[in-house]
């Protein structure tokens, strides 16, 4: 069974910095791109970042380029979304999601993030 | 980047009603299109890729339809279980853009 699970997540102070963890299972992990989405409340999904199956290509949104960074280990079968320079508006549900094709075929659960002081 | 505008915004519908959603993309995507199904509280799901091909194990009464730059998600008769948010999303560039999403909701 194809499982996703972010962790990470809490409150974090404006300007600080936080680690969101995608452990993934019941795949070969190596095989697959991956994502992440993140969801404000009650907002719509704003897709963030992709890494590509070894991790030398990587795309962000406008929005987080340059404070945030995605990354992974095969490894380990997981991914990793580094956050710096957090601003109120990057309070949010993330969801990790492997992608199929372009398409993002499984979800994790989500991991909360509220920027606030 | 690519534009994604979904309408309507909000739906009211009955049990048994067909449901169109439209889905028009700012330039031409192909058919790199996924509808995706979200619950209050849940994480999306996959419905549809490539525009219209069924992800396994999605109710046959989900189907979608369209290439270049307008697509359509429909139900051909609403369940109790599809009262949901419904996202497009194209993956045509690597910037993947969502749709703003359309509330089913009960009529």
């Known amino acids: ?117 | 980047d690519i534009q994604m505008t979904q309408s309507p915004s909000t739906l009211s519908a009955s049990v048994g009603d067909r449901v169109t959603i439209t889905c028009r993309a700012s330039q031409n995507i192909s058919t790199w299109l996924a509808w995706y199904q979200q619950k209050p509280g849940k994480a999306p799901e996959l419905l549809i890729y490539r525009a219209s091909s069924l992800k396994s194990g999605v109710p046959s009464r989900f189907s979608g339809s369209g290439s270049g730059t307008e697509f359509t998600l429909t139900i051909s008769s609403l369940q109790p279980d599809d009262f949901a948010t419904y996202y497009c999303q194209q993956y045509n560039s690597y910037s993947r853009t969502f749709g703003q999403g359309t509330k089913v909701e009960i009529k």
Do not use: H
């Open chain 1, 1 to 117: 069974e194809v499982q996703l699970v972010e962790s990470g997540g809490g409150l974090v102070q404006p300007g600080g910095s936080l680690r969101l963890s995608c452990a993934a299972s019941g795949f070969i992990f190596s095989s697959y791109e991956m994502n992440w989405v993140r969801q404000a409340p009650g907002k719509g999904l704003e897709w963030l970042s992709y890494i590509s199956f070894s991790g030398r290509t990587r795309y962000y949104a406008d929005s987080v380029t340059g404070r945030f960074t995605i990354s992974r280990d095969n490894a380990k079968n997981s991914m990793y979304l580094q956050m710096s320079s957090l601003r109120a508006e990057d309070t949010a549900i993330y969801y990790c999601a492997r992608d199929q094709e372009g398409s993002y075929d499984y979800w994790g659960q989500g991991t909360q993030v509220t920027v606030s002081s």
